[in-house]
């Protein structure tokens, strides 16, 4: 009785925070036209989320392409075909990988910092003020670093896929002396508009639901230092888990 | 104004004089009842001060008439309008009229003095830069802090933060400035500023003032009337001197200071010894 009793309790609850970020959802998507007047708001957080994320996302791109070159010349050579190396690790890194990938490192690295910021102003009375001031913080806090979210995260995932392609490239051709005109020469035939609007789409998808959970996170965390820590945890945890069910969904959805 | 809010009428037998007025207000928290009949007015023009021990409701009594929460039942009016009914766009277009001062300065901490100053300036107006930057060294020359634009919040002092936060708040000429606990953890200098800067708001622009603090001294200076709360009641009201004499005890033990009185020392807890040998 007292196992069914939780059970109940945790799925009321689930069901509880779904209908409120749904909720929050709909009320920034209320603000978004307003806060799309004041661009150099979204510069701004553009810069905050994406342009700030950028070594890191390189970074990743460059290694991760670089061990599914590895990988991918040790699976291929078995088979003796090496020269297919170029369409393989481009359609691993463009379909899978780069948006997967991204935006676990984005809800790492903005994720948390979206969600600590919007935390602390809450904990801090700015939120607040803010209301007091008669500026609805949905507006003017908000919606602008949502809007910042879902734009960098699509520009993130195209620049690790083709940093990515690159370090796939350099370990293959560079390193393992696979032959540079088959590498490139199957990649692009293989690799259709489709495929990369596969990558595109889950990166716009991922980069909606991993910035929706941070502001959410933030802006519901309790105000105090343990109440930020937790809406920061939070963020990375359910962006991560999000991020790999819409995966599986989206990839049977365009499979 | 806008013309929903405009056009909402005052509420009948609204005294006219009285820019605040709590109706009879009961309000709970998780099941712990802060205010049972809470009633009272605040007069237009004057400095009213709120005060009463740890506790007893002064903040919440703030964000009820701010509208940042709404009574179980009663009413709370300002200027007559019901704070408690209005839509979120009324609410805000009435806090246009307000000012509030927050216990920290709850100043943006990534925007410089200047900024925060210039922030409900530019988001509820299209003025010229230049006329922004006139209005915010005139309100920061008001606190004394025009040398201090541009610097960071994290820069500043506790005084000086909560100085900078009410050029703030003035910064749109509100008719009722609130102040929440102006005078807690300031340094006697810094708590002497504030208390000319309040009287001098007050006198120069005409506003009314509320001020809810348990700094006892610095109001019997600062108000022209005060309440205190306690027992989620009005406990007493009037001038400082009439609280000095009020015979009620909880009023006695607040004024002069008191350890012993209606508040205990001990919070309630059971048989000391007891407690100590049941281990």
Redesign the interface.
């Known amino acids: 009785m007292h196992f069914l009793r939780e059970l109940w309790d945790n799925v009321r609850e689930f069901v509880t925070t779904v209908g409120a970020v749904a909720l929050f959802f709909g009320r920034v998507l209320a603000q978004l036209p307003r806060a799309l007047m004041r661009p150099s708001l979204v510069v701004e957080q553009v810069h905050n989320t994406g342009a700030l994320s950028l070594v890191i996302i390189m970074t990743c791109g460059l290694f991760v392409g670089m061990v599914l070159g590895l990988t991918g010349y040790d699976l291929l050579q078995r088979f003796g075909s090496e020269e297919a190396l170029g369409t393989a690790g481009a359609l691993a890194v463009i379909k899978e990988l780069g948006p997967v990938v991204t935006a676990l490192l984005f809800a790492g690295r903005a994720g948390t910092a979206l969600a600590s910021e919007i935390g602390l102003m809450r904990a801090t009375d700015q939120l607040t003020a803010m209301e007091m001031m008669a500026v609805d913080p949905m507006r003017r806090v908000i919606a602008p670093r949502f809007v910042g979210g879902i734009i960098a995260m699509p520009l993130l995932t195209m620049i690790f896929i083709s940093i990515g392609i690159f370090g796939v490239q350099l370990v293959g051709v560079q390193q393992f002396k696979v032959d540079a005109a088959s590498f490139w020469s199957q990649m692009r035939s293989s690799v259709g508009l489709d495929d990369i609007m596969e990558g595109v789409i889950k990166g716009c998808v991922f980069g909606v639901a991993c910035s929706l959970i941070a502001v959410y996170e933030g802006y519901n965390a309790a105000p105090t230092a343990e109440g930020v820590g937790r809406a920061t945890t939070r963020t990375v945890v359910i962006s991560a888990v999000l991020t790999l069910i819409l995966d599986y969904l989206l990839t049977a959805i365009m499979l | 104004m806008s013309s929903n809010a405009a056009s909402r009428k005052p509420e009948p037998q609204a005294a006219q004089d009285s820019i605040v007025e709590v109706r009879d207000v009961h309000y709970s928290i998780g099941g712990r009842a802060i205010f049972s009949g809470l009633s009272l007015q605040i007069q237009r023009g004057r400095i009213t001060a709120i005060m009463g021990p740890s506790g007893t409701g002064k903040t919440t009594l703030l964000r009820l008439i ?1 509208g ?1 929460v709404k009574p179980d039942s009663g009413q709370v009016l300002f200027d007559g309008i019901d704070v408690s009914n209005l839509s ?1 766009s009324e609410l ?2 009435l ?2 009229r ?3 001062l ?3 300065g ?4 990534d925007e410089d003095v200047f900024e925060n100053v210039a ?2 300036l530019r ?2 107006s299209d003025l010229p830069e230049a006329l922004i930057r006139n209005i915010v060294l005139t309100k920061l020359q008001a606190v004394g802090l025009r040398g201090a634009a541009r610097l960071m919040p994290a820069e500043l002092s506790g005084g000086m933060a909560r100085r900078v ?1 009410l050029a ?1 708040a003035m910064a ?1 000429d509100p008719e009722v400035l609130i102040y929440d606990e102006p005078f807690t953890g300031l340094d006697p200098i810094s708590m002497g500023m504030i208390v000319r800067l309040v009287r001098q708001m007050n006198f120069a622009l005409g506003i009314t003032s509320i001020v809810v603090s348990h700094d006892v001294e610095e109001l019997s200076i600062l108000a022209d009337a005060s309440y205190i709360i306690a027992g989620g009641k009005v406990a007493a009201s009037g001038s400082f001197v009439e609280l000095k004499d009020h015979d009620s005890e909880i009023v006695h033990q607040f004024v002069n200071g008191l350890a012993d009185g209606p508040v205990a020392f001990h919070y309630p807890a059971p048989d000391y010894y007891e407690d100590l040998l049941a281990g």
């Open positions: 701010t940042q979120t805000y277009t806090r246009r307000m000012g509030m927050f216990q920290n709850a100043l943006l901490t922030f409900p988001e509820h936060a703030r749109t």
